[in-house]
């Protein structure tokens, strides 16, 4: 949910609209009417829901209400924005274009107004956090609640996800700040890394199958007839672990795909397939066969903290990355549930 939505914003325009008028020596100029945030605040919410009434309801707006408002940002910008069935609504490329624009318009409205009250000594507004399942480091409830006891006028909303739907987020404004496990994704002018803490890689088998009796480290090379089973491609840890054994030049054979480590776990301890993890994950289920990977380092896994650029991190981002010291690491095999 945009962290805008359903709340008023502040509007740019006049009442009546801004249209053409006629200067004393005859020459007519053009004066551009500037759209109202809360156009950009109805389109948003609308793409979010792909649906006209459900948007309508999250805002607090009458139907017909938020329909004239899209209308009218269309004709400010001679483009339609929504292709519409009796179903639901999706973006035309003019609407894709926009939407990116007008979350990263609506992030900076908010920060504008926590940046003056962050001044005033008082932080308000809403901290939107992403987090992905089980990051090593940083025990995300522990944090928030923290957080919470020392910015109580804070509204916080959080987000789980893949690290790679993460990275996209806090880039377009939509996350203030969220904790990912490093790709090459976060690679761009729009991203801000903090590195925070750094894991092996192992594999996790059933104590039955073949690996379980080797009793030492395995290579990627070891592994290339296995089958797997792994998270989601958008998952940080998936996509570090692809970007190792295809370095190596071995093509993995995953055959199963989950969005939950423990469901991950479960399937491994079925003997369906072997993962490849970040270390602390096999504390998570004892009865598995933990195995080093050898030849891969120490820092295979890299927990981050990932924020927009200094100038557009918010007083609350920056106040939640103050309170990452040792109180909030993980405990020794621990995670975030």
Request: glycine share 8%; proline share 7%.
């Amino acid at each position: 949910m945009s962290a805008f939505s359903g709340k008023p914003v502040p509007t740019l325009s006049r009442p009546g609209g801004i249209g053409p008028t006629e200067e004393s020596d005859g020459i007519q100029r053009l004066r551009f009417s500037v759209m109202e945030l809360r156009h950009l605040q109805h389109f948003v919410a609308v793409a979010e829901d792909q649906h006209f009434t459900r948007a309508a309801e999250r805002l607090l707006v009458s139907q017909s209400g938020l329909s004239a408002s899209i209308r009218a940002l269309e004709r400010e910008l001679r483009a339609p924005l929504f292709v519409r069935t009796t179903r639901r609504v999706t973006l035309t490329p003019a609407g894709r274009a926009l939407l990116t624009e007008a979350e990263r318009i609506l992030a900076q409205v908010r920060s504008a107004h926590e940046a003056v009250a962050a001044v005033q000594g008082v932080l308000r507004g809403m901290l939107a956090i992403g987090s992905e399942q089980c990051i090593k480091g940083v025990r995300v409830a522990g944090l928030l609640a923290a957080f919470r006891r020392r910015h109580p006028n804070v509204e916080i909303c959080l987000r789980q996800a893949g690290s790679g739907a993460l990275a996209e987020e806090v880039a377009s404004g939509r996350l203030d700040l969220a904790f990912a496990v490093r790709t090459a994704q976060e690679d761009t002018d729009l991203l801000r890394v903090v590195p925070l803490t750094s894991e092996p890689m192992t594999v996790l088998c059933h104590p039955d199958h073949r690996l379980a009796a080797v009793g030492g480290a395995v290579g990627p090379e070891d592994l290339g007839g296995e089958v797997f089973v792994d998270f989601h491609p958008d998952w940080g840890p998936r996509r570090t672990t692809d970007a190792v054994f295809a370095a190596a030049g071995i093509r993995r054979t995953v055959a199963l795909e989950v969005n939950d480590v423990h469901s991950l776990l479960e399937l491994v301890d079925e003997n369906l397939g072997i993962a490849v993890m970040p270390r602390h994950f096999r504390h998570k289920r004892e009865s598995l066969t933990a195995l080093p990977v050898k030849g891969t380092g120490e820092n295979v896994y890299e927990t981050v903290a990932l924020l927009p650029p200094p100038e557009a991190t918010s007083p609350a981002a920056r106040a939640l990355l103050g309170l990452l010291d040792p109180r909030f690491a993980c405990p020794p095999g621990g995670g975030e549930e």
